[in-house]
Each structure stands twice: as structure tokens, then as C-alpha cells.
């Protein structure tokens, strides 16, 4: 499971551009799928572009390393995803 930035065009269509900083949707979007997935399958940061040094991706890291963290050790009992989100 790879987590990007994305760009959102004029349209509204969503491209997964790999150059930009992690949305908090994307982020809201690993806290509601986590839960429910094999925890086998890796968790990755993936950016190919826009560098700006290595601060900004570590706290990508450590911001996604929490969510799954978060879930290593309890019981889930309602899936922690916004009602403004739809699937």
C-alpha cells in the first residue's frame, strides 16, 4: 500500500502525482482502511519529485507510522473514518 500526493485538475479529476506532500484525506483514508487489511501488506511513503529537504519526509513517515502503530494492539471496534468521506 503506497501513500502519495496527489493533484486535483480544473475537472476535478485526481491525479496520483507522487510529487506533492501527503493530503490529510489520504491520511484519514489509511486510518479507515488499515484496520481492515492484511498486516502483512508494507506500508510505503512514495515521492518521485519536490524535494525539499528530508524534514518534511520524515514527518510524512512518522505521521503514517502512527496510524499503523495506533492500530498494532487494540480491538477495533468502529472504523475511525469521517462521515464527509464517501467510498
Known sequence: LHLAGHQVLEDGFIID?????????VYD???????II???????????????GVSPL?????KIRDIVQ???????KTLPFSAKHKL
Open 17 to 25: 502525482s507522487h510529487k506533492d506532500a501527503i493530503s490529510q484525506e
Open 29 to 35: 483514508l489509511l486510518d479507515y482502511i488499515y484496520p
Open 38 to 52: 492484511d498486516k502483512d501488506v508494507p506500508v510505503l511513503l512514495e515521492r518521485d519529485g519536490n524535494f525539499n
Open 58 to 62: 520524515v514527518e510524512e513517515l512518522h
Open 70 to 76: 495506533g492500530y498494532q494492539n487494540r480491538t477495533l
